[in-house]
């Protein structure tokens, strides 16, 4: 008794591989099938392109947030005192700051005093947030304090102020440079309020990675900070790190309750949450639309293995009369189908790898030949782009398309197999 052969047996592989490197004239491989093998390769490259940008960006953004800013915010909601005055400062500030650091989780607790001002030198003028902080917590925040994207000496701090890089390009400064700081809310007299003026060393220069945060912002040591803006003992907020930032509001009961009954929380989700929420509806319109240009792409194949099928009717009523069956011709058509996908879907995974690994070369002759200005931090926040890859990235990529293409290919492959012989040989 004859043996029925396993699926996808080795002759199945030797026939399909022979229709796929025969020639043009003997009814091989056609146009469209090279043009399906182009197609899935440049959509997936597309896509995990795409995904690894993605990705990158939105790590970036988030890194620079949580290296230069809080993890979350403890303020407090305004009393009156006993003139009728609301007033949001913190008196007992330090005994508070050591106990919102003894909560589990939290690494760093500093108070702020916080104020707006207008920065001038150079007859040029920028407005500016001032961040009175002392330098123990100055030198704890990771972006600001680092010394390889740094000017000057943070330990001289406390002799002067430190300022965002954005900050001095914008007023033509450098380190050791004097800065006049203007403020509205300054002396209060029997006439009024006068502004406040004073000069100040700029010592340090950070740059923090984010165009909004070293245009704006400003380091000065908090005593100093209290005395200019008139919040002599108190401060105005503190600012939390914690050691897992993306679950910051599961620490917010316990700050709330070492900070007392008049505080508030604010994460640096409330902060961002709208752009964090845009880009994720970004990424999976991005992954819909690329998505569907892989599935145009694999469509192809079909077109390609039709157009085979036709070819080799003549073969396929060959092989029906020699013994094969429905589904052995299903499987070598399926197999020819299938292989255009998965080549095509292993060059595009090369391809795009190779894009993420190098972008800044890339990105930085695209920038060259287009004479600059491709990429404007002040709009993007970020000063170049990033691209980051990752596994589950790619491995949907490949899933996506290998699925498509095997999906696709089916059709065809059960036309072929169920071909009547007969006729496939009456006019042979």
């Known amino acids: ?25 003997e009814g091989g491989v056609s146009v469209m099938t090279w043009i399906s093998l182009a ?8 896509l995990i392109a795409t995904l690894a940008v993605r990705s990158g960006f939105r790590t970036e953004f988030v890194d620079t947030i949580l290296g230069s800013s809080a993890h979350v915010t403890v303020y407090y909601a305004g009393e009156e005192d006993e003139f009728g005055r609301v007033s949001r400062t913190i008196a007992d500030y330090d005994a508070t700051a050591a106990k919102l650091a003894q909560v589990p989780g939290v690494i760093r607790a500093a108070p702020l005093v916080k104020g707006q001002v207008m920065a001038t030198a ?33 330990t001289r701090f406390n ?13 033509g400064v450098g380190l050791g440079d004097s800065v006049r700081l203007i403020s509205p809310d300054g002396v209060k007299t029997a006439f009024g309020t006068s502004p406040r003026v004073k000069a100040y060393e700029v010592v340090y220069i950070f740059t923090a990675g984010r165009y909004d945060i070293d245009r704006t912002r400003i380091y000065m040591p908090i005593a100093e900070a209290q005395r200019y803006f008139n919040r002599d003992g108190v401060a105005d907020e503190f600012e939390i790190s914690v050691q897992d930032p993306e679950q910051a509001e599961s620490y917010a009961a316990a700050l709330l309750q070492q900070a007392g009954d ?31 240009l892989v599935l145009i792409a694999a469509m192809n194949i079909v077109s390609g293995l039709i157009m085979l099928v036709k070819n080799k009717g003549r073969d396929i009523g060959i092989l029906r009369t020699m013994g094969l069956s429905q589904g052995s011709v299903m499987r070598v058509f399926f197999i020819c189908g299938a292989f255009t996908g998965l080549i095509g879907t292993a060059l595009g995974v090369i391809f795009g790898c190779l894009f993420a690994l190098y972008i800044d070369p890339i990105f930085s002759f695209v920038n060259y030949v287009s004479g600059g200005g491709v990429w404007d931090p002040s709009v993007r926040g970020i000063y170049q782009l990033p ?3 990752q596994l589950g990235d790619v491995l949907s990529a490949v899933a996506l398309s ?16 169920r071909m009547n012989p007969v006729e496939a040989l009456r006019y042979e």
């Open 1 to 25: 008794m004859a043996r029925t052969p396993p699926p996808f047996a080795g002759f199945e592989w030797m026939i399909a591989w022979r229709y796929l490197r025969a020639k043009r004239a």
């Open 39 to 46: 197609g899935i390769t440049l959509a997936v490259f597309a």
């Open 122 to 154: 150079n007859n040029r003028n920028a407005g500016v947030e001032v961040f009175g902080i002392s330098e123990q917590n100055l030198e704890t925040i990771p972006r600001i304090a680092d010394p390889e994207t740094a000017q000057g000496d943070i």
């Open 159 to 171: 002799d002067g102020i430190a300022i965002g890089s954005g900050v001095a390009r914008e007023i």
């Open 262 to 292: 008049r505080a508030l929380i604010w994460t640096w989700k409330d902060a961002s949450g709208g752009f964090l929420r845009a880009l994720e509806i970004e990424d999976n319109v991005m992954f819909i639309i690329l998505s569907i």
């Open 387 to 389: 691209a980051e890859l």
């Open 402 to 417: 290998l699925g498509l293409s095997f999906i696709v290919t089916i059709f065809p492959a059960r036309r072929a197999a």
